[in-house]
């Protein structure tokens, strides 16, 4: 019981840290929110990884996939982002 407890502590902490990514705003001078925002979830991704290995439940399963989706459709515009920053 007090192992689920961490996993569902662990699963609202992630999923507010997603929010917050999702919200951020470029800033001038290069306005690169959308680098950011790839970065910061390609991060994030990998907490809902480890915690399935212990106990998936469906939010951790719904919030893997979408997460997995999301960043694969924007890997090429995350490529190009990057070579026009640098």
Do not use: W
Not at 9 to 23: D, E, F, G, P, Q
Not at 26 to 43: D, K, N, T, W, Y
């Amino acid at each position: 019981m007090y192992g689920l407890k961490i996993i569902t502590v662990n699963v609202r902490y992630t999923s507010r840290h997603i929010r917050y990514l999702l919200t951020l705003k470029g800033r001038p001078p290069l306005r690169l929110a959308g680098i950011e925002i790839f970065v910061g979830l390609s991060e994030v991704k990998e907490c809902p990884e480890r915690l399935m290995i212990y106990h998936s439940t469906p939010q951790l399963l719904t919030l893997h996939h979408g997460l997995r989706i999301a960043l694969q459709s924007a890997q090429a515009t995350y490529s190009i982002l990057c070579e026009a920053a640098d």
